[in-house]
């Protein structure tokens, strides 16, 4: 057999220096779809629908980019867990992954009631209206994004931040500010279109400071790459 372990480490899967991206992508493609959403449906679940009638096709447009900052949102976590490297404690790294992926389904989810109401909409518009199932959805998708969504990201920012704290990955300042931030959404009560910025905002921060350091040294792009070189963290 020729070149056995040798032939394995070559072929081992590298980040790409760029990977970042994803995040400032997931920023501009989340930030775009909920400031659309926010202009076009009243913040008051009773508003009476007339949004369905008059901007049916900008809070369509809003749902078309969701799906596409799922997906950037997906690699921005692969990109923070590459910079781990073997210093992820598998307790915070647990509530970390966990908290984003819960997110990320319950945007899905209250995107996917917001497409069911203009569905239903065009095909029986004053029934629906009327049978109360409007403002019911209403309610659901202002309790999931506002409530629980919200809280979600909070939890994932804090998980990070104390990562950062633990294994020094990233610099104090970017830690402190993300506990900062998370403590906001963690008590916030409001539904204030700027409070649900906070999370993408905080995001594209994090994104554009992992791309300087891996444009800026290819030594620093990736903890793993230095992980074989430094004994393991054993003081988390």
């Known amino acids: 057999m020729p070149d056995g372990p040798r032939s394995l480490t070559s072929q081992k899967l590298k980040t790409p220096r760029a990977a970042a991206l994803a995040g400032i992508l997931f920023a501009v ?16 679940p009773e508003d009476g629908g007339m949004w369905l009638k008059e901007r049916a096709n900008i809070v369509t447009l809003a749902l078309s980019l969701l799906p596409f900052a799922g997906i950037a949102f997906l690699w921005f976590i692969g990109v923070v867990r590459d910079r781990l490297g073997h210093l992820e404690d598998q307790f915070f790294s647990t509530v970390f992954f966990g908290s984003g992926l819960l997110f990320l389904a319950m945007t899905f989810a209250s995107a996917a009631l917001v497409g069911g109401i203009l569905s239903a909409y065009a095909v029986e518009s004053s029934r629906m209206i009327d049978s109360g199932v409007y403002t019911f959805a209403r309610t659901v998708i202002y309790r999931i994004t506002n409530v629980y969504a919200i809280k ?31 403590l906001g959404l963690l008590v916030s009560i409001s539904s204030s279109l700027w409070m649900t910025l906070i999370f993408p905002g905080w995001v594209c921060v994090v994104s554009v400071y992992v791309l300087m350091l891996n444009l800026r ?18 003081g988390h």
């Open 217 to 234: 040294s290819p030594s620093t792009s990736l903890q793993g790459s230095a992980g074989s070189s430094m004994p393991p963290n054993r």
């Open 29 to 44: 493609l989340f930030t775009g779809s909920i400031v659309l959403i926010r202009l076009s449906i009243p913040a008051n």
């Open 152 to 182: 979600m990201a909070g939890v994932f920012m804090i998980s990070l931040g104390t990562i950062w704290v633990r294994t020094r990955v990233m610099p104090r300042w970017l830690a402190f500010l993300t506990y900062a931030l998370a």
